[in-house]
């Protein structure tokens, strides 16, 4: 058994000790048992932290951008409110439509929810944080980020309610639709990193971001991306699917009390995840700025730890998501559709070739 | 229920309905759309209204008349000090009675703050409509300012009932015509905010143009009015073709757009509130002195007869028709709801158009559900 020494810009060295010394006391199999519940437990707590955070910045953000104060009366600066909040919503009733159909109606939150924890894992949040290193993690992310479509038309059908009914099925056209765009833009990326392993992709950043590495088509795929990204999320100007002031709620009109908070919490780490996807393909994920010839700059650059690095990241595409929401009003379906078919997919099989133009040609940085 | 529901929409194997209202945050109170929907497509619409139906033109018939102003503030609501003036200016011109110049004057102004206050909560109330939620904190915070001079004005905020047969409750505040300054050169600036936010804006653009097309023949034979019917080219600004109080003292334009879909519906609206400040700038300083009400009987009998006034209410044209038999209650009493007429047309305008286009056409009629009921 090695030493434990706790080092901030490298966590590995601590979850190495973590599973080295688990070994060492269990058996294999409990020692995997353990780790399983620890990572499980560590992502239990930070979705929730997170969930209920993204709440509260979204209230004060748009606050900050309709002149008024938000929440201010819970807490210091209202920090708490969103804890009120899912407290009363944990208490009120679950109310029982009685012609729904039950089972898909109370499955549908759950699914919702373990498609978010399941991309989470994927996501490496800090140099050594990463639960799962897969060496098609950015497959396995979108793959896996679209199934949260089958939550909400299952929500939207099992209500018995044609305001949800609509809004399921525009959200089953939307996905489908710009699932290909967020598929395309992080493509074009793999194909400048060469990998799609999310934890190569990160190190292949640390000279410089693959947003500046692949300038012209790697900015353009960054745009689409975060496009088709909020529009993958269901958040304004594309939440045509609980559009509040045609379907009142959309898929979640019926639904009240915790499975309700299901699924908004769902929307927000929707929203995280696209974010750190973003961060992380784009904006070099944990890596601090670096710019290559400048070795004081990029020392106190290094000083930063990395998960600072990866949550401020993160937190301005949030931001940025944010801003979209609270200045646009939403397409029309149609709209949406064709801004989708016509604009964004052509752009981006031109970006995809242009992009592998520049890895052929090396006219990258 | 649903029997009931397909005898009244002939729909077919492909189509469904469904309810829009009472409860929907888009239909602005409690007012029901039927609609036969084929997908997303509006194939038909039946507005269902009266939920809110009070009979105020029945309690009238009960009430003297300086009783009724007070009730037909719960119909326009957010054109209150309007309706309030169609009864006075109706019962005026029964009895007969020149109101001073001064009541005049401060009627117009007062017009035109509610009409400017109301075009602020519809604009805001569009832009919501459409899912621009930023709108709605836009319009609010400058209609507060509105609201205030109302209250430093006569009390109240919504409901001023600050008219009387004759004149006026009382004299204006002395600050009435500094505030109204500050006002207009505060809402100068932040009018320019209101396209920067929602009338530029691309997607906005894409919601509207071509959306709800109202044709000049249809705006006239439904009975349009308002600036509704100005954005198809029909001219019938009462203001300006039967001026009442110092509507005549005052140069201003009436709006008039061709097309008559729902964009020019919107920008006839925004082009309205900057003739409203106009119009409040030519006649703020020039508030003749005089007496705030003309010398009137404690009760008011109007002769025998039938006697019509018409307003530009925010919303269109306001009439008020009293049949009198000489006696201090009126024998019957008709209001001529623009609110009414303007809904009428909803099932020509939205068929054909998605769901999405049809919250943004209602938008864009800015009904308000208590003119419609009564």
């Excluded at chain 2, 001529?336 to 158009?353: D, V, Y």
Aim: one cysteine or more.
């Amino acid at each position: 058994m090695q030493d434990f020494k706790f080092n901030i810009y490298d966590l590995s060295s601590f979850t190495h000790w973590v599973d080295v010394s688990l070994y060492s006391y269990c058996t294999p199999f409990w020692a995997m048992m353990w780790e399983m519940i620890i990572i499980g437990v560590a992502m239990l707590l930070f979705y929730a932290v997170i969930g209920l955070f993204l709440v509260y910045a979204e209230r004060k953000v748009c606050a900050f951008m309709q002149n008024r104060i938000g929440p201010n009366r819970v807490g210091p600066y209202g920090f708490i409110q969103t804890v009120a909040d899912l407290v009363k919503l944990l208490m009120k009733e679950l109310v029982i439509i009685r012609k729904s159909d039950k089972f898909l109606f109370y499955l549908a939150p759950f699914i919702v929810i373990i498609v978010n924890f399941m991309t989470m894992a994927a996501i490496p949040f800090a140099k050594g944080i990463h639960a799962i290193d897969f060496n098609i993690g950015v497959l396995y992310i979108m793959a896996i980020s679209s199934m949260g479509v089958i939550g909400v038309l299952i929500a939207g059908w099992s209500s018995n309610n044609k305001f949800s009914m609509i809004g399921a099925m525009r959200s089953g056209a939307q996905i489908v639709s710009y699932e290909l765009s967020v598929g395309f833009s992080l493509i074009t990326m793999c194909v400048l990193a060469g990998s799609m392993q999310l934890s190569t992709i990160v190190e292949g950043q640390s000279e410089c971001w693959y947003i500046f590495q692949g300038h012209i088509p790697a900015i353009i795929a960054f745009v689409i991306f975060l496009i088709a990204g909020t529009a993958e999320t269901n958040r304004g100007p594309f939440d045509l699917a609980e559009a509040e002031s045609e379907l009142t709620a959309g898929y979640h009109t019926e639904y009240s009390g915790i499975s309700f908070a299901f699924f908004y919490l769902a929307e927000y780490i929707n929203m995280f995840i696209i974010a750190s996807i973003a961060a992380t393909v784009f904006w070099g994920g944990w890596m601090p700025f670096h710019i290559s010839g400048l070795a004081g700059f990029n020392n106190i650059m290094d000083f930063i730890p990395p998960f600072i690095w990866y949550i401020g990241k993160t937190f301005v595409i949030i931001w940025i998501m944010m801003w979209f929401k609270w200045t646009f009003p939403r397409l029309r379906i149609d709209q949406l559709l064709t801004l989708e078919w016509k604009y964004l997919l052509p752009i981006n099989l031109v970006n995809i070739i242009l992009m592998a133009l520049i890895v052929l040609m090396g006219w990258h940085f | 229920m649903s029997e009931e529901i397909s005898s009244v929409v002939d729909i077919d194997q492909q189509e469904y309905i469904i309810n829009i209202g009472p409860q929907h945050p888009s239909t602005h109170g409690v007012l029901r759309f039927v609609v036969s929907l084929q997908g997303e497509v509006v194939k038909s619409l039946q507005p269902h209204i009266g939920y809110i139906h009070r009979g105020i033109e029945k309690m009238c018939e009960n009430l003297t008349y300086q009783q009724i102003i007070h009730l037909t503030d719960r119909m326009d609501y957010l054109s209150a000090h309007t309706n309030n003036e169609a009864v006075c200016l109706c019962v005026e011109k029964a009895l007969g009675i020149e109101v001073p110049e001064r009541v005049k004057y401060i009627r117009t102004i007062l017009d035109e703050l509610t009409r400017l206050a109301s075009h602020q909560l519809w604009w805001c109330s569009f832009g919501m409509d459409l899912g621009g939620q930023t709108c709605y904190f836009y319009g609010l915070r400058d209609r507060e300012k509105i609201l205030d001079i109302f209250e430093e004005t006569c009390g109240a905020r919504l409901l001023l009932s600050y008219n009387t047969p004759g004149g006026l409750m009382w004299d204006i505040h002395p600050n009435f015509q500094k505030r109204i300054k500050e006002f207009i050169k505060y809402f100068r600036k932040k009018l320019p905010e209101y396209d920067a936010i929602l009338t530029g804006n691309v997607i906005m653009h894409q919601r509207t143009e071509d959306i709800g097309i109202l044709s000049l023949e249809d705006a006239i034979s439904y009975g349009i009015t308002g600036p509704t019917a100005r954005a198809s080219g029909f001219s019938c600004d009462v203001r300006k073709r039967y001026p009442y109080s110092a509507y005549d003292k005052a140069d201003f334009k009436e709006i008039i757009y061709t097309k008559g879909d729902t964009f020019h519906r919107y920008q006839a609206r925004m082009d309205e509130m900057w003739e409203s400040m106009k119009i409040l700038e030519q006649l703020v300083d020039n508030i003749p002195e005089g007496d705030f009400t003309a010398k009137m009987k404690p009760v008011i009998k109007l002769p025998e007869g039938e006697y019509y006034q018409r307003v530009e209410s925010a919303r269109g044209e306001l009439g008020v028709f009293i049949v009198s038999k000489g006696e201090k209650y009126p024998y019957r009493m008709k209001f001529r709801s623009p609110n009414f007429c303007n809904l009428a047309i909803m099932n020509k305008l939205t068929s054909n158009f998605k769901i999405a286009d049809l919250i943004a056409i209602s938008g864009s009629l800015d009904l308000v559900i208590p003119d419609i009921d009564r």
